[in-house]
């Protein structure tokens, strides 16, 4: 406890602003930022769903996840990478290759 304050509540219980500056966004732009990210997410998802090689019912199950789940869903899309590629396995492989010295 320093001058009456105890983690950031006086004795009196009311909160106790350390910083007194206004805030640079509202608290619409902030929710607009945060539906525009939450669409760009999907956006991205979908696209990488194209990308994979599923069945119907597959394409419905992750898009709903996508949906359904708007932080998480496009993110799980794109780590659990379901099905397969359609561009097949074009990976390279950087140590098999003979570099001048």
């Known amino acids: ?9 006086r004795a009196e ?8 500056f206004p805030m640079l966004l509202s608290p ?3 929710r607009m ?14 696209f990488f769903l194209r990308g994979r090689s599923l069945s119907l019912r ?10 359904f789940l708007p932080l998480v869903g496009p993110f799980l899309v794109i780590v659990l990478r379901p099905g397969h590629s359609r561009m097949g396995l074009k990976t390279i492989n950087r140590w098999n290759h003979k570099t001048p010295i």
């Open 28 to 30: 619409d732009a902030m």
């Open 33 to 46: 930022l945060l539906l525009l990210s939450m669409l760009g997410m999907a956006v991205l998802a979908a």
């Open 1 to 9: 406890m320093i001058n009456g304050v105890f983690f950031g509540l």
């Open 13 to 20: 219980k009311h909160p106790v602003f350390v910083y007194n």
């Open 58 to 67: 597959e394409y419905i199950i992750w898009g709903a996840l996508i949906v």
